[in-house]
């Protein structure tokens, strides 16, 4: 019983590496392929990542263009908006023209679109993160 219940704190409190996927975030807002592939390698190299981040970021770091990053980003994005605690310090956004699940987050406020990079980059709008979960299918 002891053990269950260590392993149960353990997974409830596995945080978002926030840093990480801004940084993945940062790169595709100014069409930057090749740092955002470094960045997404950092994070599927995390040992601490949860397995739901781990996926879309080695699709993300295998992405051969911008196009593709953009579309492994999406679920990046989604995975980690679920596992996002409302006391994470960020900015979270919605782009309406984004396919797929257009939200993401940002740890400074002022709203870069990485869907679109700098052809778009002022597209969206801030949404509250309980929004943004439910858009990602939380209960």
Not at 24 to 52: E, F, G, I, K, Y
Not at 96 to 118: D, I, R, S
Not at 121 to 130: D, F, I, M, R, T
Request: charged share 15%.
């Amino acid at each position: 019983m002891t053990t269950f219940f260590a392993c149960w704190i353990a997974a409830a409190s596995a945080a978002v590496p926030v840093a990480e996927v801004d940084a993945v975030r940062a790169a595709l807002s100014v069409d930057d392929l090749a740092a955002s592939r470094t960045a997404a390698t950092t994070l599927a190299n995390d040992p601490a990542a949860d397995a739901t981040l781990v996926t879309p970021a080695r699709a993300l770091a295998a992405a051969t263009d911008l196009a593709a990053a953009r579309v492994a980003f999406a679920d990046l994005s989604k995975a980690a908006i679920l596992g996002l605690d409302p006391k994470d310090k960020v900015h979270v956004y919605h782009c309406p023209m984004a396919p797929g699940y257009g939200y993401w987050f940002q740890q400074k406020a002022g709203l870069v679109n990485p869907f679109f990079g700098q052809a778009m980059a002022s597209c969206g709008e801030g949404v509250p993160l309980k929004a943004a979960q439910a858009a990602a299918g939380a209960k």
